[in-house]
């Protein structure tokens, strides 16, 4: 059997994470990874300090210098998602990605899903913990108390995505969000910024509570002088559900993690890849896509192992 030649773009905590997750697949293998011009020259000066995973791979700004590829895995930022995807699948390559503004995601999915059919490739969105393995979790507590709330609270732990938009503000050298749970699927965003030398804190701290990211969300802006000295790139989430099944009422449902959440992130998108090769072209969420496609063996054999 041919394995899936998957390309990474993008390559942070997650693309690293990602790569790990790919070179331990037996069912795939690493095509190369794609970097924009800025981050090829980056890379270039780190000399012995490259990583390591890097070193037998092609590092390239355009996926079409890979040659023969089956699925990129977007590790790039939320925003970048719906360019990427569909450079990608124009250019004849399934994608999956973690895109995580959970109101935007069904836009997301209408637009990629006009671009996946009409060029005949398989998008796979918001694949990562969540939106991704907890929506999963969220579908099934619904089928199995249909009548009910559910209340997901995340953290305490750092946010990628809010994260990376905290430091795309103008005025900001680096920056880190914390998610920290209030309770009853309430949260709070703590979010640690250092400045560029000049940069007014009331203008920066004014610009991240009016982003899309932060406005639902009670936000507290903290300027510190190195942000490096407080990154932690562990999470978890808690989801409970209290409901009814059928005409019984009292069902309390639980499901709890805590993770790394690059190394998390990473792990599902490389599963959706494979789930990617199994589907006709259009573009899906993780609920709808059946758990057998994520994984790697005979089915017979996971049918007797977790059935």
Not at 24 to 53: N, Y
Not at 248 to 258: D, G, I, K, V
Not at 260 to 278: E, F, G
């Amino acid at each position: 059997m041919n394995k899936i030649r998957v390309a990474i773009v993008g390559y942070g905590h997650v693309g690293e994470c990602a790569l790990q997750s790919i070179v331990d697949a037996s069912d795939m293998e690493a095509a190369g990874v794609v970097m924009r011009s800025a981050s090829l020259h980056k890379l270039a000066h780190l000399g012995p300090m490259q990583p390591k995973l890097l070193e037998t791979l092609p590092v390239v700004d355009d996926i079409e210098k890979l040659g023969s590829v089956d699925v990129a895995v977007l590790c790039c930022p939320t925003r970048s998602v719906q360019h990427m995807a569909t450079e990608m699948m124009e250019a004849g390559v399934n994608t999956v990605d973690s895109f995580d503004i959970h109101s935007q995601i069904l836009t997301l999915r209408r637009q990629l899903g006009e671009v996946a059919r009409r060029v005949g490739k398989v998008a796979i969105v918001s694949a990562g913990w969540d939106p991704g393995i907890d929506s999963v979790v969220r579908g099934w507590f619904q089928a199995m108390a249909p009548k009910g709330i559910t209340y997901t609270n995340h953290g305490p732990g750092m946010s990628l995505g809010h994260s990376v938009a905290a430091k795309a503000v103008e005025g900001v050298k680096d920056a880190l969000s914390m998610t920290v749970p209030v309770g009853m699927g309430v949260h709070r965003r703590m979010v640690y910024v250092e400045l560029e030398e000049g940069a007014s804190f009331p203008e920066v701290e004014k610009r991240i509570k009016e982003d899309p990211y932060f406005t639902k969300d009670p936000t507290v802006v903290i300027q510190v002088p190195c942000v490096c000295d407080l990154v932690d790139v562990g999470h978890g989430v808690k989801l409970e559900r209290t409901g009814v099944s059928g005409s019984t009422h009292n069902q309390s449902l639980r499901f709890e993690m805590r993770i790394n959440n690059p190394a998390l992130t990473a792990q599902v998108m490389v599963s959706a890849a494979r789930a990617a090769m199994r589907q006709r072209p259009g573009c899906y969420t993780m609920i709808e896509l059946p758990v057998i496609d994520f994984l790697h063996g005979d089915v017979e054999s996971f049918v007797q192992q977790l059935v």
